[in-house]
């Protein structure tokens, strides 16, 4: 038999090995079919739906009868169109009955597609196989250099049309027509199809009724239904629309030199012509900009400053003084720190701000600064100090009641230097004294206190100007409106009388209506705000006021 000659390798096409992959080899294992949708799909779902989910059934001598649904062929659509109904063998009118044929197909321009090339699709939905068969081996953390290979499959993207059906029905009563019209109706926008298979979304167009064909009593109604499908045909001349890859599962990256080193099976080219038996891969990599290590402070370096780039190896040891693991005694010039210094397991803890706990001191301890102690201090020998300052003393000098006396005759006399501060009460020539009082405003009234100089020249001054400013106080002001037939309102704020005087009050005004005095026991005023307000009793007075009554008034306003 002869063989055909074989094509240059520089003619040859050039394939892109991922997509060279059997689908049809028992070695593969590939179980996953050629997905593909046609137009009979789309009839059977539509069948399916009918008999399966919605299935229409009439009630004849009180048993349920399902009602048939059929796909109407030419010649049994062209026997409907002409008669208007359908006999079986026995020439007899089939009724009830449901039968639709498909009428027409057009493209859905609200989902657009451009493959660009129908044989080879550009437009691909991908999804990823969860178990694949090259994947024998699942721990692959000991596998080294390898990762687990993925199965992905792409499929082209489907053409989307839209299909119109026209549906008849035939009943006997229109009871019957009724209870499957609803059941139609009520799946309206629903997606028919068969559960696992391919779902399409309906639309229903109106019903429209007929009764009283060729002398027998039947109930017919037509409608159409629209079927918003897609097509994606099995194959495409040559093409499948349903292609399988795979993951690499090592990447290997080879050295860039002037004599070929790995040869296309993988092997190693040795000088000699010859190869090494087994693969092995080589792999080196410079940087353009490389990484530098540079010892500092208390750290030692081996190689300090040695940049690093890839191309050769650099061990670095670090090392520092010495051993500071938490079992080491470690050694320190100075210790300077930032936060708490706790050493070993004592609750002792040196802060910022002082020391917390116990510390015990064998020797000397000496000081040049400050010593404040918050707790008690217990002095066992001699305590001498150059000038002593107490802020408050709980031990007793005479007595042990912890009292204090100073003196035993009334002529003794004691020199102070300084301020005397005293948290309790003093007695003078019998009198008790335990305040000396700055009130202002002397609303204390104690019997115990002494008042300050600044009190009583402060509360002469405010009072006296108070209660003169109070008296002095005396405007006229003309109302502002009338807002009702018993309320007059003035733009103006009354003068607050001074502390242990009568509040201000109607009895400090005189009210003039149109140049007559208005009596004070039918009048009242009331403060709003910045307005102040005149009540009348209209019926002590015997009138109303009216919006062109003039009322003045006389007294204490604020200003």
């Not at 499929?155 to 499957?180: C, G, H, K």
């Not at 109106?206 to 109604?221: P, Q, Y």
């Not at 037509?222 to 045909?233: D, R």
């Not at 003196?407 to 301020?419: P, Q, Y």
Request: some cysteine.
């Amino acid at each position: 038999m002869a063989r055909n000659k074989p094509i240059p390798r520089s003619q040859r096409k050039i394939f892109n090995r991922g997509q060279q992959i059997s689908r049809n080899s028992p070695a593969v294992k590939d179980d996953v079919k050629n997905i593909s949708v046609g137009i009979m799909d789309m009839d059977s779902a539509i069948m399916y739906y009918f008999n399966e989910v919605i299935k229409p059934e009439v009630e004849v001598n009180k048993e349920k009868v399902k009602v048939p649904c059929i796909y109407a062929s030419p010649e049994r659509w062209t026997t409907i169109s002409k008669q208007g109904f359908l006999r079986d063998k026995k020439r007899q009118i089939i009724t009830p009955l449901i039968v639709f044929k498909r009428t027409g197909m057009e493209r859905n321009d609200n989902i657009p597609i451009d493959k660009l090339d129908a044989n080879k699709p550009r437009n691909f939905y991908s999804f990823e196989k969860k178990y694949s068969h090259h994947n024998r081996y699942d721990k692959f953390s000991v596998q080294k250099g390898l990762t687990p290979g993925r199965e992905y499959y792409n499929v082209a993207m489907p053409d989307y049309v839209t299909l119109s059906y026209e549906f008849i029905i035939w009943t006997s009563y229109i009871d019957q027509m009724n209870r499957i019209v609803e059941k139609i109706n009520y799946s309206d926008g629903a997606y028919w199809g068969e559960p696992g298979k391919m779902r399409f979304r309906t639309r229903l167009e109106s019903f429209s009724d007929a009764s009283e064909v060729d002398g027998e009593r039947l109930i017919k109604t037509t409608f159409s239904v629209n079927l918003y499908g897609y097509i994606l045909p099995e194959t495409f001349n040559s093409e499948t629309t349903t292609q399988k890859f795979l993951t690499n599962k090592k990447l290997i990256i080879r050295e860039d030199v002037d004599t070929t080193l790995v040869d296309e099976t993988g092997d190693i080219s040795l000088s000699g012509g010859g190869t090494l038996g087994t693969t092995k891969d080589l792999f080196g990599i410079s940087v353009e900009h490389p990484l530098t290590f540079t010892q500092g402070t208390g750290v030692t370096l081996s190689n300090s400053g040695v940049e690093f780039d890839g191309s050769t190896a650099v061990t670095q040891t670090i090392s520092i003084g010495q051993d500071v693991a938490t079992t080491a005694d470690v050694q320190f010039g100075g210790i300077t720190s930032t936060g708490d210094l706790q050493i070993g397991t004592s609750t002792t803890k040196y802060t910022s701000t002082g020391i917390s706990g116990s510390v015990d001191i064998t020797g000397s301890f000496t000081t040049t600064g400050d010593l404040t102690i918050l707790g008690d201090a217990t002095v066992t020998g001699t305590l001498t100090a150059q000038e002593f300052h107490t802020s408050f003393t709980s031990a007793s000098i005479v007595f042990s009641s912890g009292s204090t006396q100073f003196g035993d005759t009334i002529d003794d006399t004691h020199n102070f230097t300084g301020s005397l501060n005293t948290s309790g009460s003093f007695s003078l020539n019998g009198y008790s004294v335990n305040e000396i009082s700055n009130d202002t405003s002397l609303t204390d009234g104690s019997a115990t206190a002494l008042v300050t100089e600044n009190a009583i020249k402060t509360y002469i001054d405010e009072n006296t100007a108070t209660v003169s400013s109070y008296l002095r106080k005396n405007f006229f002001k003309t109302s502002a409106s009338i807002t009702a037939a018993t309320t007059a309102s003035f733009t103006a704020l009354t003068a607050s009388a001074p502390t242990g005087y009568t509040t201000t009050s109607e009895n400090d005004f005189v009210f003039f209506i149109n140049g007559q005095y208005m009596e004070h026991d039918a009048l009242g005023i009331q403060q709003k705000g910045s307005s102040l307000e005149l009540h009348v009793d209209t019926g002590s007075v015997g009138y109303i006021l009216e919006s062109d009554d003039e009322i003045l008034s006389i007294g204490k306003f604020n200003s």
